[in-house]
């Protein structure tokens, strides 16, 4: 008639063990599934930026040499603005935009459909045509005719 005490050791079931590792795993996947997708997407991101980085750097370079340029010279696929009788030369190979300063020749990193000159009134357009996402993209750059040229002309005529 000896009852004896029962001894009971508060632990886990191995049940409640597999649900509990169950639902950690669902966790540590979601988690992990969210961190990769964040990851993409900060890639993407910089891609972007770095892209739009470059666009507005060599906008503002040849907005630069147009405005400050006391000639622009124009042929086809090329342009060359003087500055202080120095020439920066623009010229499109392969559907790319080059610069050349200084027998520096650089990559802009740009596709470029074309590159022309329109006349208008009181000078010219220089038009650049990107493709920009599939989409084509103009850059008109103003270009005030060069005086020294117009001079010559009066002189060449009244000589004459």
């Given at each position: 008639?000896?009852?004896g005490k029962q001894h009971t050791?508060?632990?886990f079931t191995i049940f409640e063990v597999t649900v509990v590792l169950a639902?950690?795993?669902?966790?540590?996947?979601m988690v992990a599934f969210s961190t990769q997708s964040l990851?993409?997407?900060m890639k993407v991101t910089e891609d972007?930026?770095?892209?739009?980085?470059?666009?507005?750097?060599v906008r503002s370079m040849l907005w630069y040499d147009c405005v400050m340029a006391d000639s622009i010279t124009f042929q086809e696929n090329e342009f060359l603005a003087f500055t202080n009788?120095?020439?920066v030369q623009y010229r499109v190979e392969e559907d790319r935009l080059y610069r050349n300063q200084d027998g520096q020749?650089?990559?802009l990193n740009l596709d470029i459909l074309s590159l022309e000159k329109m006349d208008v009134d009181a000078g010219s357009d220089i038009i650049l045509t990107f493709d920009w996402k599939g989409e084509p993209l103009e850059w008109r750059f103003f270009n005030l005719p060069n005086l020294a040229d117009g001079v010559n002309q009066y002189f060449d005529t009244r000589d004459g």
């Open positions: 008639m000896n009852k050791v508060p632990a639902i950690m795993s669902v966790v540590v996947s990851f993409k997407q972007i930026h770095a892209e739009l980085n470059n666009f507005y750097k009788g120095v020439p020749d650089r990559d």
